[in-house]
């Protein structure tokens, strides 16, 4: 190989580097899997290597979000016939920040990543997912979804139109600051290590909704719970089943709010997402298959 061919790869896999978050986020968003996006991501740049020409590309961005995008529609179909079989509730792969003292090191994940979204974007269809993520949340063109899913512009507008009325219905309509969630989250924590089931309570959406995600690998949750009534004094016995011995705690971001990341004294982690609506923790999603945390901090290192 001559120095051009090696200035040219050496190009090719900066500008495939650059794109690389984005292209992250648009497969994550897609198909609720940091696993399956790092492949879908892997893949795309396999293909872009196996070009003939890649630098004829005219707009290698463009490019690589269509193939990306591709990619992660073909896994969420798959995917879909997989999870019919799945034991227990499955929810998305959560996305654990570290916090840093400086702000500028830290990535930032804002809403369009939240669970509370990605929860309802798995109601709907494979193609009406993907119609919605790439426009409504990556501000991609009709035209170019089109060429995605293999359906006509128009169609892919009513598919993201059906996709919007559903997602809107399943949002937030008082969303949280981050300090007012980090609030709640803190009153959570406390009540459920202080067993005050009137404060917990207090802080609960009348119709909030409990989901657990063992896997079938570790304890969780049977069935979705609903209602305060239930779900309360649910929270305190899981509190106490998981605190007999030492508890490690790391207020940490989930899909860019405050969650926790929690490690029992069974050894066992956890991680849990909170949605919050007009003042009222409206959801709780406890994620405890190991295999959804592969990528998630050690609560135990932070003491």
């Known amino acids: ?142 035209p170019e979804i089109a060429e995605v899913v293999g359906r006509s512009p128009v169609a892919v507008r009513q598919l993201a139109s059906r996709a919007r009325r559903q997602v809107e219905g399943g949002r937030p309509r008082t969303p949280a600051t981050k300090a007012e969630q980090q609030e709640l989250v803190d009153a959570f924590t406390a009540a459920c290590r202080g067993g005050d089931l009137p404060g917990l309570f207090a802080l609960l959406d009348p119709d909030v909704v409990l989901r657990g995600d063992g896997g079938g690998k570790v304890g969780a949750l049977q069935n979705v719970e609903r209602e305060a009534g239930r779900v309360a004094p649910l929270m305190l016995t899981l509190a106490r089943a998981h605190a007999a011995g030492p508890l490690d705690i790391l207020r940490t971001d989930v899909n860019g709010a405050p969650g926790l990341v929690i490690r029992g004294e069974d050894g066992e982690v ?19 298959n190991p295999d959804k945390l592969v990528h998630v901090p050690d609560p135990g290192r932070t003491g």
């Open 270 to 288: 956890s991680v849990i997402a909170f949605t919050v609506d007009a003042g009222l923790i409206t959801a709780i999603d406890f994620v405890r």
């Open 1 to 142: 190989m001559g120095p051009n061919a090696r200035d040219a790869d050496e190009l090719l896999a900066r500008s495939f580097e650059d794109n690389r978050p984005r292209l992250l986020r648009v497969a994550y968003t897609m198909t609720g899997s940091l696993v399956e996006a790092e492949d879908c991501v892997q893949e795309a740049w396999l293909r872009l290597r196996g070009l003939d020409d890649p630098a004829a590309v005219r707009d290698l961005a463009a490019w690589l979000t269509t193939t990306v995008s591709r990619l992660a529609l073909d896994t969420l179909s798959s995917a879909r016939a997989r999870r019919e079989h799945y034991v227990g509730t499955w929810l998305p792969e959560p996305l654990v920040e570290e916090r840093s003292p400086d702000p500028a090191d830290r990535v930032t994940l804002d809403e369009s990543v939240s669970m509370a979204l990605l929860v309802v974007l798995e109601r709907l269809s494979p193609a009406e997912r993907t119609a919605f993520v790439l426009h409504d949340v990556f501000s991609i063109p009709f």
